[in-house]
């Protein structure tokens, strides 16, 4: 027979209540909620009439939907990829310089405080910089370079790219400050034994420090990832899905579809394909996370 | 315990040269925003993006803060700084003080189903917030709260939760359990050790918290975007300034309302400087 | 005066019992040193007796009193832990003092409880300054000052000196049995160093695998080991192990080790002698050595290497298919590869069973 619980964990688990009921409403149940949204006929205001996959197949059959999932791919690939390599050798760079006893406190300030900044201002400022008559475009042309092209944002076939470049800006630091904590975390007899073998710090990084980083990119991959999943702002700031819909994105669709458009169960039914989108990254991740450290 | 300082290499200035360029990238848009806010919109129009002011004028930053149309109203972004604070402050501390105490419970108190619990606090961590706009608007309405800054200060504790207990607990899981068993065996009960024994060591990871709940409230769009009503947060009406705007751009005021709103949060990440990239690294699901 | 007294406890986390129906009594004033491997449970009895997990089964009582529902401060038990539980906010006297505040204890009665437990652990200098300003070994004297002051009715150590070097070991061995005669409660002391336990307990416990496999005096434990185990873990260094078979000379049992026949003078046998069947002699190290007046010749052996302790000499010896350790004097004058002739105290073998490893 197991004995009662001790009163201390009575207590822990009262203390656990509010957790738990925000989860369990504000998460899990309002999801449920949105789940059943999605099978009703609801436009304007929310009806209790069931219509089955209905609402799905719209939005599945819809050409724009189907087009802001892949602009959401393009321009997630691209603005994950950039991060977290020029946070990798942001960090690379950083470490080294730091073994050599160089001070490079000034640097992590310069690099992370786009992370401080918010999406939507990230986008406004790059919307700016990318002004194509105003922007950096102009000014650069004025030093002479006649032929430079900065105009990307408002040409259908790039304006992914340089929205995933202002994201990149944004999100770059938080790559940085997950890779240089690995960085730091190796232990530093293998470097001294690096030395003494005589194994240049390039070999070093190349064959034996940045493959003991895999647990760092999976995170950086995943933190940056869920950025992307909601990345909503920045294209509201900058494009607000154009020009056309070549940067709509599936937030905006449902946001649009729910709130401007006044189609609920169509908006509710692509918020729910954008969150089993979402589900697919996190599972893998979540079994790794939970199988590697079991809490104390 | 590093390695002694080593001799300065050619190979070295080349590295130094290219985080500087680097460095540049990243300080760009800050500068620009600085000499943009700073300019009358004639040196604007005419001149470099890139050059600084020639003739400093703080005219744009006082009409952002306070003349600068939006829709029908030209109060400047005055009223949004007060609507966002208001919001801000007391969801930074309910979201906080919920992760405090869950993050602390969850690990040092063997709960039956503490694994499950964190399972789902993670998922929560990803959940896009598309997914609950709907039913959280239909909430908000039933309670009479839609639109208020009381709505909004719910919203956010709400789901900011995830983040505060997913800090907390990876911070407290680094704490010895001998530290809460020995105050066990000396009397203390679950309120006496958070208070007289966890909370004392707590204070980096409480300021890591805030300052990350603070930087992400006051940067919220989206909810505020939905659920803010007439009298809507800064980061609201800032994109209207800019994007929603009819007649002439004013290019010099809507860099100065940007400099504005990204102000506080700037700020913040100044004062909790280290904690702060700190902060990030143990928001990851360790 | 009271007694702590641990009756048939049951603990699983998950699939893995930790402990498997484990009885022990400590009577008032007693210290026990509960010694195993890592991973044997003892730490988890210790939590179960200080109340930090919850049983499946058993009870636990002090001075007569069921305390098994109770939560860990209502026991009136202390702990002295591994090292790392002193309060890293506080200082030495707040650590020492805090179990009082929260209990109640009158401001001045607790200062002077403190004055007095940190003359005693001669911590009176250190009173202002936090763990990390301290060493190991002062650490753990405000450690055992916290646990001190309580005036408990049981000591509960879980590994106290185990992050601590040699010598300081050896001292705050002396602290401890110095406080505890003082106070006369029970204690039980865990530890994975059997010297340690063999120090200081009055008696020693041996565990593994969630059961206590013998409980006597160190002296009894050390020279009667109830199991092969036992035998092998208590003492440094091991008991030598050796296969050999029962044989009944002229009606006298006695040994069959190769081409030896090895009398067994005195033995005190646990179950009726079977003639035949196969046994694992154990025999200390001191036991075995050059002949002298009263030992058994085992016949010249090979002297594989040579480990001196200072005191005196471990040799390592080949005999036949085994390899024995022998302790000889201090300065042996033999080496490696020399073949010297080697004799043992047989009065003082154990015999086990190979197949149960219980003592026959």
Request: net charge positive; hydrophobic share 55%.
């Amino acid at each position: 027979m197991r004995r009662r619980l001790v009163s201390g964990r009575v207590a822990a688990a009262l203390a656990l209540a509010p957790a738990a009921l925000l989860l369990g409403v504000a998460f899990y149940g309002f999801l449920g909620w949105t789940a059943a949204i999605s099978l009703t006929s609801s436009r304007l205001l929310p009806r209790a009439d069931f219509v089955g996959a209905a609402n799905y197949a719209a939005v599945m059959g819809d050409r724009r939907f189907v087009e802001s999932f892949g602009n959401l791919l393009v321009f997630g690939v691209a603005l994950v990829a950039t991060a977290a390599l020029a946070g990798l050798a942001l960090a690379v760079v950083l470490d080294w310089l730091d073994r050599r006893g160089r001070r490079t406190g000034l640097a992590e300030t310069v690099f992370l405080y786009p992370v401080a900044v918010s999406w939507l201002v990230t986008g406004l400022v790059w919307q700016w910089i990318l002004n194509p008559s105003l922007g950096l475009e102009r000014s650069v042309r004025a030093w002479g370079i006649e032929t430079f092209a900065f105009d990307h944002l408002v040409r259908p076939g790039t304006a992914l790219y340089a929205l995933a470049l202002a994201g990149a800006w944004h999100v770059a630091g938080m790559a940085l400050a997950v890779f240089s904590a690995g960085l730091r975390g190796v232990d530093p007899d293998l470097w001294r034994a690096a030395r003494v073998e005589g194994v240049g710090a390039h070999r070093v990084y190349l064959h034996v420090v940045l493959p003991m980083l895999g647990p760092h990119a999976m995170t950086v991959l995943l933190l940056l990832a869920f950025g992307v999943a909601r990345a909503f702002d920045l294209v509201v700031a900058m494009t607000g899905g154009g020009p056309g819909y070549a940067t709509d994105m599936p937030a905006l669709y449902v946001y649009d579809h729910m709130f401007a458009r006044g189609h609920l169960a169509v908006g509710a039914a692509a918020a729910v394909v954008l969150t089993l989108a979402a589900a697919a990254i996190v599972v893998p991740y979540l079994s790794l996370a939970l199988t590697r450290r079991r809490p104390a | 315990m590093r390695a002694r300082r080593a001799r300065f290499s050619a190979g070295e200035a080349l590295v130094w040269a290219a985080l500087g360029l680097a460095g540049l990238v990243f300080l760009l848009p800050l500068y620009v925003v600085i000499v943009t806010a700073l300019k009358p919109l004639a040196a604007i129009v005419d001149g470099s993006m890139l050059a600084p002011p020639r003739d400093w004028t703080i005219a744009p930053l006082a009409k952002a803060w306070s003349g600068a149309c939006i829709g029908a109203s030209c109060e400047g972004l005055r009223g949004g700084f007060l609507t966002s604070l208001r919001i801000t402050l007391p969801a930074v501390a309910g979201s906080v003080a919920i992760g405090l105490v869950s993050g602390y419970a969850l690990t040092q108190w063997r709960l039956p189903g503490a694994r499950l619990a964190f399972a789902l606090v993670i998922v929560a961590n990803v959940l896009p917030y598309q997914a609950v706009l709907l039913p959280v608007a239909l909430t908000l309405r039933r309670l009479g709260l839609f639109g208020t800054v009381e709505g909004l200060v719910l919203v956010h504790i709400a789901y900011g939760m995830p983040y505060t207990v997913l800090l907390f607990r990876n911070f407290f899981i680094g704490v010895p359990p001998e530290i809460v068993a020995a105050a066990r065996v000396d009397g203390a009960g679950f309120w006496g050790i958070l208070i007289h024994v966890l909370l004392p060591l707590s204070w980096p990871i409480l300021a890591v918290a805030v300052a990350l709940q603070f930087t992400a409230i006051w940067n919220d769009y989206l909810f505020s975007l939905v659920f803010g009503g007439p009298n809507p947060p800064v980061t609201v009406r800032l994109n209207n300034l800019i994007n929603d705007g009819v007649g002439t751009k004013e290019y010099n005021v809507n860099m100065a309302g940007v400099l504005l709103v990204a102000a506080p949060a700037l700020l913040v990440y100044w004062l909790a400087g280290r904690w702060f990239v700190r902060g990030l690294t143990l928001g990851g699901a360790r | 005066m009271k007694d702590l007294s641990l009756a048939d406890l049951r603990l699983a986390y998950g699939s893995v019992t930790a402990l498997d129906g484990v009885s022990l009594e400590i009577a008032p004033g007693e210290l026990v040193a509960l010694v195993g491997p890592s991973g044997c449970g003892k730490s988890s009895l210790l939590a179960a007796a200080a109340g930090l997990v919850d049983l499946d089964g058993g009870r636990v009582s002090i001075g007569g009193r069921d305390v098994t529902g109770l939560e860990p401060g209502e026991r009136n038990v202390s702990v002295v832990f591994q090292g790392l539980a002193l309060y890293p906010t506080m200082s030495a006297a707040r650590n020492v003092t805090f179990g009082m505040r929260m209990r109640g204890v009158p401001r001045a009665e607790a200062q002077a409880r403190l004055i007095e437990a940190a003359r005693l652990l001669r911590i009176e200098d250190i009173l202002d300054r936090r763990p990390a300003q301290l060493s190991g070994g002062q650490r753990q004297r405000v450690a055992i000052a916290r646990a001190l002051v309580r005036d408990p009715d049981a000591f509960l150590f879980d590994e106290p000196l185990s992050s601590l070097d040699a010598a300081l070991r050896a001292d705050l061995r002396d602290e401890i049995r110095r406080v505890h005669a003082r106070t006369q409660a029970c204690a039980l002391y865990v530890t994975h160093d059997q010297a340690e336990a063999m120090a200081l307990g009055d008696r020693l416990a041996v565990m593994r695998a969630g059961r206590i496999l013998q409980v006597g005096t160190p002296r009894e434990v050390y020279n009667r080991p109830q199991t092969a185990f036992v035998a092998g873990f208590v003492g440094a260094p091991r008991m030598n192990l050796v296969p050999a078979r029962l044989v009944a000379e002229a009606g006298v049992p006695a040994l069959e080790l190769g081409d030896h026949r090895l009398p067994l003078p005195g033995y005190a046998w646990s179950e009726p002698p079977e003639p035949g069947r196969p046994v694992v002699l154990g025999l200390r190290a001191e036991d075995i050595g050059r002949p002298r007046l009263g030992s058994h010749s085992l016949g010249a052996m090979r002297v594989v290497s040579l480990e001196p302790t200072g005191a005196d000499t471990l040799a390592r010896l080949a005999w036949g298919e085994a390899a024995i350790v022998a302790r000889l004097e201090r300065d042996p004058g033999v080496g490696a590869g020399d073949l010297v002739e080697i004799a043992a105290d047989l009065s003082r073998a154990s015999l086990f069973c190979p197949r149960t490893e219980r003592r026959l």
